[in-house]
C-alpha cells in the first residue's frame, strides 16, 4: 500500500503564501483520486481540492477556489498544493489521501471516505 508524507507547512501571515508538497512511497498506478483535506479544531475534516488521475480533472471546495491549485509531478511522485492569499480561516491541520476509486472525487464532489492518508502538516495563518 502507497504511502503519503505531508511537508511544507508552517506559520505566516494573513495574505502570504505555502506550498504544500505530498511524497508517495511509490508510483501511484491503479490510484483514481488523490486529494488534500484539512481538519481545524473541533472541525470536521473537510475536502480542499482533489485530481481524478484518469483525466486530470481538479475539484476545489468553495473557500479555496482561485486561492488555491493542486498539482503532481508523476517523475516525482508528489502531490502538491500551492496556497495564495491565506485566510486566518485556513488554519488547520492539511492531510493528503489517496485512493483507487475515482467515484470519490469525480463529478464535482470530494468524499472524505479515501483508503490511504498522510500524517498530516499543520498550517496557521495569523492576521
Known amino acids: 500500500q502507497v504511502q503519503l508524507v505531508e511537508s511544507g507547512g508552517g506559520s505566516v501571515q494573513s495574505g502570504e503564501s505555502l506550498r504544500l508538497s505530498c511524497a508517495a512511497s511509490e508510483i501511484t498506478y491503479g490510484i483514481g483520486c488523490m486529494g488534500w483535506f484539512r481538519q481545524a479544531p473541533g472541525k470536521e475534516r473537510e475536502g480542499v481540492a482533489s485530481v481524478y488521475r484518469p483525466d486530470g480533472s481538479t475539484y476545489y471546495a468553495v473557500s479555496v477556489k482561485g486561492r488555491f491549485t493542486i498539482s503532481r509531478d508523476n517523475a516525482k511522485k508528489t502531490l502538491y498544493l500551492q496556497m495564495h492569499s491565506l485566510k486566518p480561516e485556513d488554519t488547520a491541520m492539511y492531510y493528503c489521501?489517496?485512493?483507487?476509486?475515482?467515484?470519490?472525487?469525480?463529478?464535482?464532489?470530494?468524499?472524505?471516505?479515501?483508503?490511504?492518508w498522510g500524517q498530516g502538516t499543520q498550517v496557521t495563518v495569523s492576521s
Open positions: 489521501a489517496a485512493d483507487r476509486s475515482g467515484s470519490l472525487c469525480y463529478g464535482g464532489v470530494l468524499s472524505t471516505d479515501f483508503l490511504t
